[in-house]
């Protein structure tokens, strides 16, 4: 054996370095950590365990994920670390938005009970409601009781002022509160906004809103509504959707319309053929814009198409959907305030520097629900420069410090110049508009953002709006559309040119579908509405709702030009929503109920039959006239019969009646008879509150 060798052997066994020898117990520092661990492990749990359902249900799912895939040592870290230290703080700073933090007379007895919304079912919100009305309508009667020697303003003024605390000790905004504190207080309004908030269906409706909006953002606060999860509204907020409209349309196929002459017509049927139907509505706004478009070339116009989204800060999330270290908690409506105080400021400068626009602006949400703007204005060329610096500069002003890119000034905002060679302004706006109504003609696109299909997205789209209650399309400048609806439903040439040569015109505009001609009749893109052409005529009800406030109705058209003392009536019937008859037949035999209810709607357009049936009806409204000592000469007072048999209001001696072709004569309760009645009313009510008998009245 060599040496070298032999040194190798004696390295090898006999002066091989030894090992240490494990410990069997772990070293202080060692359990110091694990108690550590421990502790934050079961303060995360008692955290969560606090939480409302959606946080817990979000947490443990994810928490069950990790302990598969990654062991529970991982699991453990994530429940420890990743939900108290970045979960909780975002839940935290929306929960504090609408829970209640302090104890005090208003909040005491159902401070628990209201701090649980967001997990409670409907009955339990129906629960609430009902003892939130009592409380409120209970407070006052004793508040009343001791203040008998007050006068009625002061008494109103002190209910009214005792009510609104407990209103926004919960979280809501009292009924006409700037009107009754900013303006002038008066006891007619007073008494209509007590009756709101002592009213068990007035608490539900907020309630419920609350609730769904507490949830939404709770879902929004955990990354919940992204690109990643569920795009624009939450699943849970989508479900909810897809239900109210299963229900709408279930309520819609049971009723029907029946006027006062007991001819039915389909709900349904009338509801699709409205403005309420999403193709109809598509439909009408693509005419709108395509009327703009052909007015802007008219006159001479360009336009332009810009893009507004808010500071970092609104966002939940990042486009790539993670958390947004930056975000404020804002909820989506709290971002459509901020974009809507932008507009405010930007269209006050352009009022100032008389730069004029008109176009539309549509609202859509990120895919984390954040809403941004669209905006295609037309304007004049040698403006479009100062239009495009106003608009930069305010949506600018805020949270500037993080424009320091290039792109990121352009996320902030955008503008781009519409080449009539590459396309049309409509044709640019039309897929925004698809998108955010019923996704027409977008079946094979995906969305920019989450990569799915449009249809999908325009659905999301329309619960996001419902949800956070967005006003998707505005149109700037321009007529009002309802009056052009209104003059569509008339469509009578005769009657127009009757009333006034101008007004015929706007009209024959409309009844063709020419929006362009409807505004340039009305006065153009920029009239005002004290100079519009043809203006809507309004009607008080002859009946109040079961707050006390009346009711006014659109009952026609007028021009200024002529006086609005010489309406043109379109909608000549009152109708009732009713149950379909044969269900109503079935209700009767087998629960022997009663008529079933009817609850008012709008008035409808009555077809207005032959020059028979007309001449009819005026040959009864002569005879009943007379019959009240009313004498009518059919020839010369062709022309006042002719009004009175579309529906309008003759009055003498201060006395009002409306005449019906049918011979029945409608008693007409003028405005200050009303209020006279409503006085009384209030002195009644005041009288019972004061009455230890009284029982609080249900407001259905």
Sequence with gaps: MTTELSNTVKQTLYYKPAQPIERPFPTYPELHEKEKRAEALANAETLLAEQPKIVQITVNKRYDVLLKDQGLERANAYLAKNFCERIYPRVDQVTKRYCLTTKNSETYRFFNWFNAMPDMSRKSLESLALELSAFVFTTLSDLSKKRTDEGDLKIAHMLYTEAAAITQAYHQEPPRLAKLTKRYFNEK????????????????????????????????????????????????????????????????????????????????????????????????????????????????????????????????????????????????ADTQRYLSKVWSKVRAKLHRNDLRIFGIRVAEPHHDATPHWHMLFFMLPEQADSIREILREYAFEEDESELITAKARKARFHAEAIDPEKG???????????????????????????GKPMKEAAMAAAAWAGRWRIRQFQFIGGAPVTVYRELRKMADHDTAVGLDVEFAVVHDAADSGDWAGYI?????????????????????????????????RVKGVFSPLVGSDSPIITRLKSWKIVKKLDEAIAESVFSDANASPRSSVNNCTEVLGTAKDRNLAINNIVDAAKSIGIVFDP???????????????????GQSVRFHGNGHIQKIVTKEQKRKSHLGRCERVRNKSMNSDFVQPSVV
């Design 189 to 332: 309004d007073a008494f209509i906004a007590i009756a709101q908030m002592t009213s068990e269906k007035w608490w539900l409706n907020r309630l419920r809103r609350h609730a769904s909006e507490w949830r939404e953002h709770l879902h929004i606060a955990l990354t919940n509504v992204s690109k990643r999860s569920s795009l624009y509204a939450s699943s849970m907020a989508m479900s909810e959707w897809k239900e109210q409209k299963r229900r709408t349309r279930e309520f819609l196929k049971s009723m029907e319309l029946e006027d006062e002459d007991g001819n039915r017509f389909s709900l349904i049927d009338k509801y699709y053929g409205s403005v309420a139907n999403p193709a109809i509505r598509r439909t009408e706004m693509m005419v709108r814009i395509r009327g703009f478009e052909n007015i802007c070339n008219e006159l001479g116009y360009i336009a332009e198409f810009y893009t507004l989204t808010a500071p970092s800060k609104y966002h939940a999330t990042t486009i790539h959907g993670h958390r947004n270290r930056k975000w404020n908690g804002s909820s989506p």
């Design 424 to 450: 049309s302004a409509t044709g640019y706006v039309a897929k925004y508009i698809s998108k955010n109504v019923d996704g027409y003609a977008l079946d094979d696109e995906l969305d920019d953002e989450s």
């Design 520 to 552: 340039n009749a009305q006065g153009g893109p920029f009239v005002r509405r004290d100079d519009l052409i043809a203006r809507l005529w309004y009607q008080e009800s002859e009946e109040t709702n079961a707050y006390g406030e009346e009711i006014i």
């Design 635 to 653: 020839d010369k007072d062709k022309s006042m019969l002719l009004s009175l048999w579309k529906g309008a209001i003759y009055t003498e001696n």
